[in-house]
RNA sequence: GCCCCGGUAGCUCAGUUGGCAGAGCAGCGGACUCUUAAUCCGUGGGUCGCAGGUUCGAAUCCUGCCCGGGGCACCA
């Protein structure tokens, strides 16, 4: 896996050789590292996907050598853009008209490497064998890769070597990039899957706002915070769990539809499917309901998936997951009477620690309080079964301190949550703005702190101030977004759709070897001397 | 925190019952003017994750540790 460079001099041989051809295009006077500006004709893949129109002409193209054949006074290249692929023929007389075939020779065979980013000028034309290519007359090294770019040899799909070890490809994910196409592709899906979320958003009219992620007070959220400090007031701060008392207050402001992509952190376990950051969408709309919210939520994801990836039918594993259905709703308590046959409200506490007992929950005892039991009950036995889009309604009240109260059952909320996969994807209430109801509940959740549940929301004065003021009746909604782009791109391991996830930091020198620079600053008669 | 699997050349990996540490690619030298995993000839390259132990002898067996991956638990 990860090896140990710890003598310097014991540099592998691939990156001596290019260190030793940067010293020596510097002592001839061609700059490794200029500063340019590339009239590029275009991108690779456009070019080759009408060459018929380029065929004949001169183009100009920049990249980076993957691949490099020899073959005496011919040689081919392929120089990869960010759109793909293009073959470079170069010909010794024609790169090297006149008599001094240096450039040739020594530049184009010798000192030219795999990893290289260079630019050439030449006409386009079809070798032999069909390929598109560019007859080189021009080449210009634009920067020197001092380090061997483990650039697989590819044909027909199947990689002879490249980057395969998870844990360099997410700590060097520049690699990971550049050697793997399908997970620069990948980060483009999930570029276009929030694209097509705002799209959706904004042209229902909401505003995209960013509120701070620095609280003096976290909430909105289960979950235990990163703590930081402000020197200049000597305060303690926390990085947001959530931005859902921030936006909930921005609708008190005279707003009616505002969400944010929000950044949360949590201090919390890393797995495959928890960053210590993560982005979370909230959305908050004034005058709705959770039913409303929840036919929002299947119209918008639908879309999404339709716009972003042109299909609303998503494999995930082993499973086809249909977003264009109808979703399927049911209700917490409910399926939960149904896979147990008891209303859980009504069992006494060791009773409901037996039940818990005998569907895996593993020290249920230890838990604080009924609701969570019933919770882990639940994520035991009824969510892994829920593969389609399925949406959950009604949670008992304890278990949603933000939540209005249902309509019709005191004891539950107006809560849903989207299962899909058989893990949570979506979270929405129709949103608590009785002020004496909020003020109730941060009460109890003041107390489960005080009892050891560490992750009880603080109480939040300011909120509740706030919520005083005058709430208008909303509806408010949460998506992990990371979750989405696993299920719409068939990824288990929500470090594969972060660019840059959360790693235990080691010495770059025990994965990568040092350059020998001082190579670089030896005289130049130092070998002679020797 | 627990269980399973793994760590061997720059990269991807093989390594038999314990018996001289290997291949392909990359590198270096050479040949080659339509190749595309180019080909051919030659060649350098290793703290076998770390530390102990067993043994005449350990990449291989045992113990501990480090790191990673997967699973469980934790995490609405």
Redesign the pocket.
């Known amino acids: 896996?990860?090896?140990?460079?710890?003598?310097p001099e014991?540099t592998?041989?691939?990156?001596?050789?290019?260190v030793?051809?940067l010293r020596e295009l510097k002592e001839l006077g061609i700059n490794p590292y200029p500063a340019v500006n590339i009239e590029k004709s275009g991108d690779i893949a456009q070019i080759k996907e009408n060459f018929e129109k380029w065929e004949g002409k001169r183009v100009i193209l920049a990249g980076r050598i993957t691949?490099?054949?020899?073959?005496?006074?011919?040689?081919?290249m392929?120089l990869m853009d960010e759109s793909g692929k293009m073959?470079l023929?170069i010909?010794?007389?024609?790169l090297c008209p006149t008599e001094d075939k240096f450039l040739y020779n020594r530049f184009v065979?010798?000192l030219l490497?795999?990893g290289d980013f260079i630019s050439v000028e030449g006409e386009a034309?079809?070798?032999?064998?069909?390929?598109p290519?560019v007859?080189v007359e021009k080449i210009i090294l634009l920067a020197k890769a001092l380090?061997?770019v483990?650039?697989?040899?590819?044909?027909?799909g199947?990689?002879?070597?490249?980057?395969?070890?998870?844990?360099?490809?997410?700590?060097q994910r520049y690699l990971d990039l550049l050697?793997n196409k399908e997970v620069r592709e990948l980060f483009k899906t999930r570029t276009r899957i929030i694209n097509a979320i705002r799209q959706y958003l904004d042209s229902h009219g909401y505003l995209e706002v960013e509120t701070p992620i620095l609280h003096t007070v976290y909430g909105?959220?289960?979950?235990?915070p990163f703590v930081t400090h402000l020197n200049a007031l000597d305060l303690t701060l926390y990085l947001r769990i959530?931005d859902?008392l921030h936006l909930k207050r921005l609708l008190i402001g005279g707003y009616e539809g505002v969400y944010e992509f929000s950044r949360d952190f949590?201090n919390?376990?890393?797995?495959?499917?928890?960053n210590p950051e993560f982005t979370m969408l909230e959305l908050y709309v004034a005058y709705k309901d959770y039913y409303w919210m929840a036919d929002f939520t299947e119209a918008m994801i639908r879309n999404v998936a339709q716009q972003a990836l042109g299909t609303t039918q998503v494999t995930y594993g082993e499973h086809t997951i249909d977003f264009g259905k109808q979703w399927h709703r049911i209700r917490f308590l409910e399926a939960l009477k149904e896979e147990t046959g008891k209303d859980v409200r009504n069992l006494s506490d060791s009773q409901l620690l037996e039940l818990a007992e005998k569907v895996?929950?593993?020290?249920?005892e230890k838990?604080?309080g009924r609701f969570?039991i019933i919770?882990?009950i639940?994520?035991?036995i009824v969510e892994p079964q829920l593969l389609q889009p399925t949406f959950v309604f009604d949670?008992p009240i304890e278990?949603?301190p933000?939540a209005k109260r249902h309509r019709e059952d005191p004891t539950l909320t107006e809560r849903f949550?989207v299962i899909v996969a058989g893990f949570?994807l979506c979270?929405a209430y129709t949103e608590l703005n009785d002020p004496y109801d909020q003020r109730q509940r941060f009460e109890w959740q003041r107390k489960a702190k005080a009892e050891g549940d560490e992750?009880a929301m603080p109480y939040d004065e300011d909120f509740i101030v706030a919520m005083e003021y005058g709430m208008p009746p909303m509806a408010g909604l949460?998506v992990g977004i990371d979750r989405l782009v696993m299920l719409l791109t068939n990824q288990?391991?929500i470090?594969?759709v972060i660019l840059f996830?959360l790693?235990?930091p080691?010495p770059v020198e025990?994965?990568?070897?040092s350059i020998p620079y001082h190579l670089l600053e030896e005289p130049t008669d130092a070998k002679d001397a020797k």
């Open positions: 896996m990860i090896r140990k460079f710890m003598f014991e592998p041989a691939p990156i001596l050789s290019r030793e051809a691949a490099r054949r020899i073959m005496g006074k011919t040689t081919f392929d073959q023929y010909n010794r007389d024609v065979k010798k490497d795999i034309f079809r070798t032999k064998t069909g390929e290519s007859k380090r061997p483990p650039l697989g040899k590819e044909k027909e199947q990689k002879f070597s490249a980057l395969r070890d998870p844990e360099l490809r997410y700590r050697v909105g959220a289960h979950a235990r959530a859902e949590r919390e376990g890393i797995d495959r499917t928890h895996g929950v593993e020290n249920p838990l604080p969570k919770e882990k639940f994520g035991k949670f278990m949603s933000l949550e949570e979270n992750e949460g288990h391991a470090q594969e996830p790693m235990r080691k025990e994965y990568a070897p």
